[in-house]
C-alpha cells in the first residue's frame, strides 16, 4: 500500500477535536457530547504517562462502571490493573483489555515506571448485556488478530477477528508508514465511524493529525487514508445504538430504571470495598 490518490468522492469529516487535556489525560468524547453523535462510542480518552512523575498509587484510583464496557489499548508501556471481578495484573504494550461493566464493578489501574499511552473506550450496552453479569477479558499482544497494518480490537477485518466477544461493531488499530494508503470498507449498516491519531498525521482528504479526533458523516461509504508521516491511530465503527442515553457519574444505560439498578448495584460494592478498607475515599 504505497502512496496513493484519493481518487473516490471522499466520505466527510464532520466534526473535528482535539478534546480537553488535564494532567497526562486528554478526554476527546464523552457520553454528554459527541457521544451522542457516535454511539455505541459514547468516551474516549487518549492517556500519555511521560514517567516524569510518580503515578497515583494504584489504590487511590478506584472508581466503578455500569451499563457500559471498557476497551483499553495499549500503545506504550505498561499498566497494572484490578477489578472486583477479581482479576489482578499486568497489560503490557500491544495489550487490550474490555470490561463489561453490566450491572456493576469497580477497577483500578496505575501505569509502571517509565512512559505509558493508551487509548480507553467506553462502549454503551444494549438493553440485554447493560445489567446482566459483568466480564472480562485481556489480551496479550501476540492474542490481537492482525491483518495488513490492522490489529483488530473488537469485531472482524478481512480474514482476522476478534476473540473479544463485544456486541456487533469495529475497533481497530492501524499503523502506517509515510505514504502508505489503507481504505476501510464498513460493513452493512455500519453508518457510524470515526477515528482519532495518537502519533503522526493523515489525509481523508481533509487532514488531521496526533491528537485529534474525526468523525465522519452518517453512511456506509468507505474512507480512504493516506498517511503523511508514520502515523498510529484507532478507528471505530458501527451501527448506530438506538436508545437513549441515561448519565451517570461513571455510568451510561438506555433507561433510568436501568440506570437506578446499575447504580443501586455500583453504591453497594463500594460499600463493601470501605468496609474491607480497599476503597480509601
Known amino acids: 500500500m504505497l502512496a496513493h490518490k484519493i481518487q473516490h468522492a471522499a466520505r466527510e469529516i464532520i466534526y473535528r477535536t482535539r478534546g480537553h487535556t488535564g494532567g497526562p489525560i486528554t478526554r476527546l468524547m464523552s457520553p454528554g457530547d459527541l457521544g451522542e453523535l457516535l454511539k455505541p462510542f459514547v468516551f474516549l480518552d487518549l492517556a500519555v504517562f511521560d514517567g516524569k512523575h510518580p503515578p497515583m498509587p494504584i489504590e487511590y484510583g478506584w472508581h466503578p462502571h455500569s451499563g457500559i464496557a471498557t476497551v483499553t489499548v495499549m500503545l506504550e508501556g505498561d499498566v497494572h490493573f484490578q477489578e472486583t471481578t477479581g482479576r489482578d495484573g499486568m497489560l503490557p504494550a500491544g495489550g487490550v483489555e474490555w470490561m463489561r461493566a453490566g450491572n456493576?464493578?469497580?477497577?483500578?489501574?496505575?501505569?509502571?515506571?517509565?512512559?505509558?499511552?493508551?487509548?480507553?473506550?467506553?462502549?454503551a450496552l444494549p438493553p440485554e448485556l447493560e445489567n446482566g453479569p459483568n466480564a472480562s477479558q485481556y489480551l496479550m499482544p501476540e492474542e490481537v488478530p492482525v491483518e495488513g497494518?490492522?490489529?483488530?480490537?473488537?469485531?472482524?477485518?478481512?480474514?482476522?477477528?476478534?476473540?473479544?466477544?463485544?456486541?456487533?461493531?469495529?475497533?481497530?488499530?492501524?499503523?502506517?508508514?509515510?505514504?502508505?494508503?489503507?481504505?476501510?470498507?464498513?460493513?452493512?449498516?455500519?453508518?457510524?465511524?470515526?477515528?482519532?491519531?495518537?502519533?503522526?498525521?493523515?489525509?481523508?482528504?481533509?487532514?488531521?493529525?496526533?491528537?485529534?479526533?474525526?468523525?465522519?458523516?452518517?453512511?456506509?461509504?468507505?474512507?480512504?487514508?493516506?498517511?503523511?508521516?508514520?502515523?498510529?491511530?484507532?478507528?471505530g465503527s458501527a451501527v448506530r445504538h438506538p436508545y437513549d442515553l441515561f448519565l451517570g457519574n461513571y455510568s451510561v444505560?438506555?433507561?433510568?430504571?436501568?440506570?437506578?439498578?446499575?447504580?443501586?448495584?455500583?453504591?453497594?460494592i463500594g460499600r463493601k470495598l470501605r468496609a474491607d478498607g480497599i476503597l480509601r475515599r
Open 104 to 123: 456493576g464493578v469497580w477497577h483500578t489501574g496505575a501505569p509502571a515506571p517509565g512512559r505509558m499511552a493508551a487509548f480507553q473506550l467506553w462502549v
Open 149 to 235: 497494518p490492522v490489529r483488530v480490537i473488537l469485531g472482524s477485518y478481512g480474514r482476522a477477528k476478534s476473540p473479544i466477544g463485544a456486541p456487533p461493531m469495529n475497533y481497530l488499530a492501524v499503523r502506517l508508514k509515510a505514504g502508505e494508503w489503507w481504505s476501510y470498507q464498513p460493513p452493512n449498516g455500519h453508518t457510524v465511524a470515526w477515528a482519532a491519531v495518537s502519533e503522526g498525521s493523515l489525509r481523508t482528504p481533509s487532514p488531521f493529525s496526533s491528537g485529534e479526533l474525526a468523525i465522519f458523516e452518517p453512511s456506509e461509504q468507505a474512507i480512504e487514508f493516506v498517511a503523511t508521516e508514520d502515523t498510529t491511530f484507532v478507528l
Open 253 to 268: 444505560h438506555t433507561t433510568a430504571e436501568a440506570l437506578e439498578k446499575g447504580e443501586a448495584e455500583i453504591r453497594r
